[in-house]
């Protein structure tokens, strides 16, 4: 191949691998020669080759491997998460809330109308300001933060990445990951460095190395980490805060995505002299998914950054949606809603588990919208016997990193909504397939 591509220059090199893939000789996945190959061929300095790729790479044309090389990049579909289309199965691996248990905005919405918003004004309602960062100081009340509002979180994790980071810089992210993680950083042109999740969430050699690695953003969930389920507990928060010490600009982007509906405290990553961070906090799982908005607190920096970030394109987030989200978060009556289905999701999963280990099949009392089933063989044979019994489930394969890892042995499940017949049937139908 390193035939076919010309040039002495590093743009000339870049043109000629870019007309390549346009014209369909170089496709998705194909190789490109070694940088010290290619030099050899054309005759050029190793940096000339080096710095063609990083121009490639800069532009998502490429991705690099490591010692695996760099191949010409391509739209590599990703899992995502909610129902699956197209199916007459009974889908268990939605990872959604239960319809039933979000609050009803109708109530609010004749009261949040107030006076049409024009350009140049705050972007962010100031009641809705005042509300954030009183909840917000509750946990970073030791930090100085500003208030950003963004359309979700997914939104605020992909504006946090791109003002903070080029093409191709790395990334930290939990392996097993949260499957719009993945999303983001791929279509980002970021590349993804696994840290592996255990019981008390990201293991302190796992962060250490992929900072020795250099990435230059961490993103963790604090509590009910999807898809595991787990939290940080407060010892593995302060190991994993004394390795990021020494890392005090690398971003820290915390997706507390299940804040209000959680069973567990908040432990963060964040330390008291950390220059870079950022707390990410969705309401769609507790207002439903329909309410795209999330609150982000960061640094000073950050938020300025963020800010223009948001300038480009969408100025601002529906001050009638933020208007509609203070005025639900601040009724006892929509918080006493919140509060049963925090109840319900822990106590219906807890029931479920339970049912699982009186049959060996492991499943720890974790957090979140689903379980983590622990299988005594690959979850893919298990997903398929599910099948043909008209169960539709998630592997966890669908959020592994760690391309070279072994075939999952984990099932995704959410379970929450099912009535008691059915998780019966579920059960005997998951035990018989596990065997």
Request: hydrophobic share 45%; net charge negative; charged share 25%.
């Amino acid at each position: 191949m390193s035939d076919q591509i010309t040039g002495t220059t590093a743009a000339d090199i870049a043109d000629s691998v870019r007309g390549l893939r346009e014209r369909g000789v170089l496709r998705a996945g194909s190789p490109l020669p070694p940088v010290r190959e290619l030099a050899t061929t054309l005759g050029v300095n190793r940096n000339t080759a080096v710095a063609a790729y990083r121009q490639l790479a800069q532009a998502g044309l490429v991705i690099s491997r490591g010692r695996a090389g760099t191949v010409i990049a391509g739209l590599e579909s990703v899992a995502q998460e909610g129902y699956a289309s197209d199916t007459v199965l009974r889908d268990v691996g939605t990872g959604n809330p239960d319809p039933r248990l979000i609050p009803d905005p109708s109530p609010a919405l004749a009261t949040v109308a107030g006076r049409p918003v024009l350009y140049g004004e705050p972007v962010i309602d100031p009641g809705l300001q005042d509300w954030a960062r009183e909840w917000i100081a509750h946990d970073l009340g030791h930090l100085d933060f500003g208030i950003t509002v963004t359309s979700g979180a997914v939104d605020a994790v992909e504006r946090l990445l791109a003002q903070a980071l080029m093409r191709d810089d790395a990334v930290a992210l939990e392996d097993p990951c949260f499957l719009a993680s993945i999303h983001t950083v791929r279509l980002g042109g970021y590349r993804a460095v696994p840290v592996p999740v255990d019981e008390q969430g990201m293991t302190v050699e796992g962060l250490r190395a992929a900072l020795d690695a250099g990435v230059r953003a961490v993103i963790c969930t604090p509590r009910a980490q999807n898809p595991t389920g787990a939290s940080l507990t407060a010892a593995r928060a302060a190991e994993l805060r004394a390795v990021l010490a020494a890392h005090p600009y690398a971003l820290i982007i915390e997706d507390d995505h299940f804040s209000m509906l959680s069973q567990r405290p908040y432990e963060s990553l964040i330390g008291p002299d950390h220059r870079r961070f950022a707390l990410v906090r969705s309401v769609s799982k507790f207002l439903g998914p329909d309410m795209c908005l999330a609150i982000a607190a960061t640094d000073a920096t950050t938020a300025e950054r963020l800010a223009m970030r948001l300038s480009p394109g969408t100025t601002w987030v529906s001050h009638l949606l933020q208007r509609l989200t203070l005025t639900q978060l601040t009724d006892e009556s929509v918080l006493a809603r919140i509060a049963d289905a925090r109840e319900h999701y822990a106590a219906r999963n807890s029931a479920f588990a339970s049912r699982l280990r009186e049959h060996g099949l492991d499943s720890p009392a974790t957090d979140g919208l689903s379980l983590w089933i622990e299988l005594p063989k690959p979850a893919r044979i298990v997903a398929e016997r599910l099948m043909r019994r008209g169960w539709l489930a998630r592997t966890g394969d669908d959020f592994a990193l760690d391309e070279r890892a072994d075939p999952s042995r984990h099932l995704r499940l959410t379970v929450h909504d099912l009535s008691e017949d059915d998780t019966a049937t579920l059960v005997a139908d998951l035990v018989s397939a596990a065997r």
